[in-house]
């Protein structure tokens, strides 16, 4: 993972001064070279009180946007920290996208300390997820969160 996670890393700083919507894009179409167990991956950002979904890699998803309060991407941003799920099904706040995810990881995109959006991945594979995957990922955030205020509204 280190070898591909860098080299993807590398590739987004380059991509910070570009078009925001095409580097939103541009990491979750390439987050799974980093880890093959990263099944879907979505972007969403805070605005007016809901997240919206503003990228994603996958297959389509009915939960676009997401009210305060819903789900574990809700709780990810209330609870302003990293939500690893391994077992999805076994937790009752679980919003259901698609019937083959076993686990879920959500990270906070923090600007000045608050939470604006987050990364959200699903995945196949229980317990998918491990903390060198939420240090690498919060990394990323804070990388990309510069960009991502600029569609952040309370």
């Known amino acids: 993972m280190k070898d591909n996670a860098s080299v993807f890393f590398n590739d987004v700083k380059k991509r910070l001064n570009g078009d925001l919507n095409e580097l939103m894009q541009y990491v979750c179409d390439n987050l799974s070279s980093v880890n093959s167990k990263y099944n879907w991956t979505g972007i969403y950002v805070l605005r007016n009180g809901k997240l919206k979904l503003q990228a994603f890699c996958g297959k389509e998803t009915e939960h676009v946007e997401i009210n305060l309060g819903d789900g574990l991407c809700s709780m990810a941003i209330t609870e302003d920290d990293v939500v690893n799920e391994p077992e999805v099904k076994s937790n009752t706040r679980y919003l259901a996208c698609f019937p083959e995810t076993?686990?879920?990881?959500?990270?906070?995109?923090?600007?000045?300390?608050?939470?604006?959006?987050?990364?959200?991945?699903?995945?196949?594979?229980k317990a998918a997820f491990t903390e060198d995957d939420e240090k690498y990922l919060l990394e990323l955030c804070n990388l990309i969160s510069g960009r991502i205020n600029e569609l952040f509204v309370p």
């Open 102 to 125: 076993e686990s879920e990881l959500v990270v906070p995109i923090r600007f000045n300390g608050k939470p604006i959006g987050e990364l959200d991945i699903d995945s196949d594979t």
